[in-house]
């Protein structure tokens, strides 16, 4: 029974696209899905790839994880005992990055902690991604928060990092919301409603309800749009406008609300008006951590003003994943890049952002050092991470840097072959790795790359020295770790 319920799912996921997806609780509300079956099968240019053999493979019950090759950690990098700080490097031996954790991460006062969940496909309908930022002094935000059957698994993490502080189980100061994709978006309404909802005490980022189309998810936007014209009203920090205010029951065939303008990616703080006319890229704080915006709806900050890239359509999914957010996480000399499921590849439907972004914010933002963390576009797809993006990320100078990928098992076929060949090729993460929650099936051949490293669990970036150098941890079974310098 489990079976055929799952593969019905996954049919059902990669028929409508495994680019970005709508939810099974969706489907059961209503019979607008968010995409139609064309523009599925245009997808992200993987979903007609995927082909019916291949669906039939994602089915979980063919992977048994006992069965699964070793690739884990490198070679001589296994053991957790060989991570810890001797594991740093003659040039890191003045940095004490304490004992090598013998149990998943918790927060701690004093440092900035990343998790990102591993969000199980499960036996209904699950797919998507969220990460809980927990801050030096406790704060918390949330970066996307995965799919309406994931908003219990959200909320039991939340609740139990907050009570780790001592913090009100349901308190979270910001959430980011890099897209209208389902999978990135979709647990909003069971978060903020029902018996045990959140509060959200400062800002809810995102684009504004800007360039709408079919390849947004119509039955999550609209309740994301009810909630922030409703009770998360005070808390609303849309970054782009449009000249008519479209309405919540957004449906096809309606006026995509083109953006005029993104006042917001130059508003500087989100909290502060004294100082939107300085034009500095959107930002918050969180207990010190900043967090700042280059890019929403295409539209870039590259540190001197905002620009907008040439238009591009609404009704392909990914140039909803090209209208993503892209942001920086900053704590002392730690950076770590986000861009929800930014699109590079230039294919029809892809537009290409990352490249613009890379030639014209990268250099002012991250300069020659790239960032410590790249949190992957697109759960690893091949929609992402163009030969531009990587370079400007990740330099090929033979420091470390880290790649993390939020997957489950319905992204069928990430991380892309692609994808892990851009980032690992010619050792260019040094001693860093290419951190995934999990492999799906169809993906790229884990055993051929040494520098992937298959949590099955969460995966935890923690900072030590106020953000001096860095643990990342898989927190599954395997429970490795290991140190690193940060770049700055
Ligand atoms: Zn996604």
Redesign the pocket.
């Known amino acids: 029974m489990r079976r055929l319920v799952a593969a019905g799912v996954l049919g059902w996921a990669c028929t409508f696209a495994c680019a970005?997806t709508p939810d099974e609780r969706d489907a059961g509300s209503s019979p607008d899905l968010g995409f139609a079956d064309g523009d599925a099968s245009t997808g992200d240019g993987t979903v007609g790839d995927l082909g019916d053999a291949n669906l039939k493979d994602a089915e979980p019950e063919d992977r048994d994880p006992g069965d699964a090759p070793s690739f884990d950690l490198g070679p001589g990098d296994a053991a957790p005992e060989d991570s810890g700080p001797t594991d740093l490097g003659s040039s890191d031996a003045s940095l004490d990055a304490g004992p090598t954790p013998t149990a998943p991460l918790l927060p701690i006062p004093g440092e900035l902690t990343i998790f990102q969940l591993d969000l199980p496909a499960g036996v209904t309908f699950r797919l998507g991604?969220a990460a809980i930022l927990v801050g030096p002094a406790g704060s918390v935000a949330l970066l996307d928060v995965g799919n309406s059957n994931h908003d219990d698994e959200v909320r039991a993490r939340v609740a139990q990092l907050n009570q780790a502080r001592g913090r009100p189980a349901g308190q979270v100061e910001w959430i980011v919301l890099t897209h209208f994709?389902g999978?990135?978006i979709g647990a909003m309404e069971g978060l903020f409603t029902g018996n045990d909802p959140l509060t959200v005490t400062r800002g809810v980022v995102h684009r504004g309800f800007v360039d709408l189309g079919e390849a947004m998810n119509t039955g999550d936007y609209a309740q994301i749009c009810g909630l922030l014209r409703g009770p998360l009203a005070p808390v609303d920090r849309p970054l782009c406008t449009s000249v008519v205010n479209p309405p919540c029951t957004f449906s096809a065939g309606d006026d995509p609300a083109v953006a005029n303008d993104c006042p917001g990616l130059r508003a500087g703080d989100l909290l502060d008006p004294s100082d939107d006319a300085l034009g500095l890229p959107a930002s918050f704080e969180l207990d010190g951590v900043q967090i700042s915006l280059s890019a929403a709806n295409a539209w870039l900050h590259d540190g001197n003003g905002t620009s907008a890239l040439p238009a591009f359509g609404h009704n392909d999914s990914n140039e909803e994943n090209a209208r993503s957010l892209v942001g920086q996480i900053a704590y002392g000399g730690f950076r770590y890049h986000f861009g929800g499921?930014l699109t590079g590849s230039g294919d029809p439907g892809e537009p290409d952002v990352e490249s613009p972004w890379a030639n014209t914010v990268a250099p002012t933002l991250y300069g020659s050092d790239g960032v410590d963390v790249t949190h992957v576009h697109?759960?690893a797809r091949r929609t992402s991470s163009n030969a531009n993006l990587v370079t400007a990320l990740c330099p090929l100078d033979g420091r470390a840097r880290n790649v993390i990928a939020g997957i489950n098992a319905v992204y069928v076929g990430s991380p892309y072959a692609e994808v892990l060949d851009a980032f690992t090729m010619g050792g260019r993460l040094g001693r860093g790795a290419f951190w995934v929650t999990e492999v799906a099936a169809g993906s790229a051949n884990p055993a051929a790359y040494p520098d992937l490293v298959v949590s099955d669990g969460e995966v935890i970036v923690q900072t030590f020295g106020a953000g001096a150098g860095y643990w990342v941890q898989a927190a599954g079974p395997s429970l490795a770790a290991r140190a690193f310098t940060a770049l700055r």
């Open positions: 970005e991604e994709h999978d990135h499921d697109h759960h």
